[in-house]
């Protein structure tokens, strides 16, 4: 079992093939009246895609400053089914559903237990740093697959 300090950033995980990425909703988060605004859904979901790649162990950092790529959002498709609110405790579970040569679809679900607040399919593209889309690269494809077959 993982120790956390106080010092140390908090880091989801997987449970089988499902990452969780959990989160706390603070006042800066919502509307006067306590409710979550609709875009920090998609700023939670980001940051659980982006510990779940550093989970299976894409390093986002090292690929910008080696000017191999980077992931950017082409799309995506999202529903908003209930509110979060202020002092909620929230999952993001995130799947890797679809792997192409050059992008990902990963399902993201915003949790509160076991209510399903918002259900989101992201396309997550590699680019060249010019903008164009370019083939992940190959261990990348392949640590995602191990996680779609095993789990981590």
């Known amino acids: ?9 908090y880091r989801g995980g997987f449970v089988g ?10 006042f800066e988060d919502t509307d006067t009246a306590g409710i979550v605004y609709y875009a920090n859904y998609l700023k939670y979901m ?9 989970a299976v162990g894409v390093d986002q950092r090292a ?16 529903r908003y ?7 909620d405790d929230l999952i993001i579970a995130s799947t890797l559903e679809t792997i192409r040569a050059a ?11 076991t209510e399903i607040l918002t259900d989101a399919r992201v396309t997550a593209a590699f680019m060249a740093l010019d903008g164009r889309p370019k083939r992940q690269p190959a261990e990348w494809i392949d640590r995602f697959r191990a996680v779609n077959e095993q789990g981590v």
């Open 63 to 78: 690929a910008l400053d080696g000017a191999n790529g980077v992931y950017a959002v082409a799309e995506v498709a999202i």
């Open 81 to 87: 089914l209930k509110s979060a609110r202020l002092n």
């Open 17 to 26: 093939r499902e990452h969780h990425f959990a989160l706390t909703v603070y």
């Open 1 to 9: 079992m993982t120790s956390l300090t106080f010092d140390t950033p």
């Open 46 to 54: 980001e940051r659980a895609r982006s510990d779940m790649l550093r």
């Open 103 to 113: 992008s990902v679809i990963i399902h993201q679900r915003v949790m509160r237990g």
